[in-house]
């Protein structure tokens, strides 16, 4: 257990580490991104909000959404 959550605490360091060297483009992309993810979610659009994802990803969840309810939950967790 804490192995895992020192990996994860290294890895979170270098994922901010990275994100703070990125060039002002990378960092208008990554914001464009952002955006255009959170219209989507507020709109409640899974087809767009899936196309951030990767194929692999987006067969299970299509798979997983099927059901109304995990639908909504779907919807919710993209929000958060």
Do not use: C, W
Not at 2 to 9: G, V
Not at 16 to 28: F, I, N, Q, T
Not at 35 to 42: E, L, T
Request: no cysteine; glycine share 4%; charged share 30%.
């Amino acid at each position: 257990m804490t192995q895992k959550l020192l990996s994860l605490a290294i890895g979170l360091f270098l994922s901010v580490s990275a994100v703070g060297a990125a060039s002002p483009r990378d960092s208008a992309e990554l914001t464009r991104t952002f955006d255009a993810y959170n219209i989507a979610s507020r709109a409640g659009k899974v087809d767009k909000i899936l196309s951030f994802y990767p194929a692999e990803y987006r067969k299970d969840v299509r798979r997983d959404i099927a059901i109304k309810e995990n639908r909504r939950a779907f919807l919710l967790y993209s929000r958060a």
